[in-house]
């Protein structure tokens, strides 16, 4: 073979070529791969930037790829041609710069790429989540399931087989939960066999959640009818501490503003304030006379201050007893239900 010259062109199958991925052999004759699918996978690139997830990027690619399957075609190819499209900017450049041949297998093209985009420190840190699990105080057992899977998914290579995780699991419980888990197991959890004890795992998973959604009502209704409890007391408490500290505040502006601010506030929790009794027991003040100071110093008015802060009272008393009606009947339409 001639040596080539100095400015002569390399041909497509120098060394200057730069194919960093051994495409393996496809037996199919001919085959295609939609332009759908390389638009999708060109839509989820990944660019090698530190607020990316590598894992999380190899988990929507491999998705991508199962979902076409070409026939008499091996789909580790696919995954190996369609790859290099999925990568932009540093990761682009990071893969064309391995020498050729670098890349043999799909499982030899994660590990690298993994290698590359997740490096040691972070891999330690995520892994040490799975290896110091701990069940959290009062936390059910199905959700701390859940917790330690989350826990593998964000560390994709741990290394850890999944006899290891479940016995880290196991041992990370609290007495109750263990024996609530070896009682669902039959005897010993530990003794069961791996796909066995997940299966059992993931139903106690799927079982909480279906009624966790449905005990959660009567919480809500409870916390909703306490927050508007003390909402009501504040305002309450409020209106009353201006009335009682000062003195010189003249009827008129108090009736225009705050027991407007009053009927707005009983309104909003009981529509049928002006109907009731305690709203009828209030009465405006007489109007100020010519040279007549309109105070609460005059004994009148006096009167008129007490019946509000009566009127309040009995209004708050009677809106909490209403809340409590409510919740009760709540809870007695979910009893029924259940």
Known sequence: MAAKKLGEFATPN??????????????????????NFLSLVQQNQFGGSASEDAGMHLN??????????????NPDAVKLRLFPFSLRGKAKDWLLALPKGTITSWDNCCNIFMTKFFPPAKTMQLRSNIT??????????????????????????HG??????LHLFYHALNPMSKSMLDTAAGG???????????????????????????????????????????????KVDELIGIIKGKEEIQVNAITNAKVEEIDFVARNFNPAWKSQSYGLNY???YPNHAGVPNNFNNGGNNGNRQSLEDSLKTFMQSQTEHNNLVVKLTENHEAVIG
């Not at 929507?60 to 075609?73: L, P, Q, W």
Request: with cysteine.
């Open 14 to 35: 120098d060394d200057y070529l730069r194919a960093p991925i051994t495409q393996p052999t496809v037996t199919a004759e001919n085959y295609e791969i939609k332009p």
């Open 60 to 73: 929507t690619f491999t998705e991508i790829c199962e979902m076409m399957r070409i026939k008499d075609v």
């Open 132 to 157: 110091g699990f701990r069940q959290e105080d009062r936390e059910p057992l199905a959700l701390a399931w859940e917790r330690m899977k989350e826990a593998v998914r964000n560390c994709p290579n």
């Open 160 to 165: 850890m087989e999944e006899w290891l995780i």
């Open 188 to 234: 010993t959890f530990m003794g069961k066999e791996i796909e066995i004890a997940k299966k059992l795992l993931n139903d106690m998973q799927d079982n909480h959640s279906q009624w966790h959604v449905e005990r959660s009502s009567t919480k809500k209704v409870n916390s909703v009818t306490e927050e508007r409890n003390e909402d009501l007391t504040a």
């Open 283 to 285: 009465q405006k003040p």
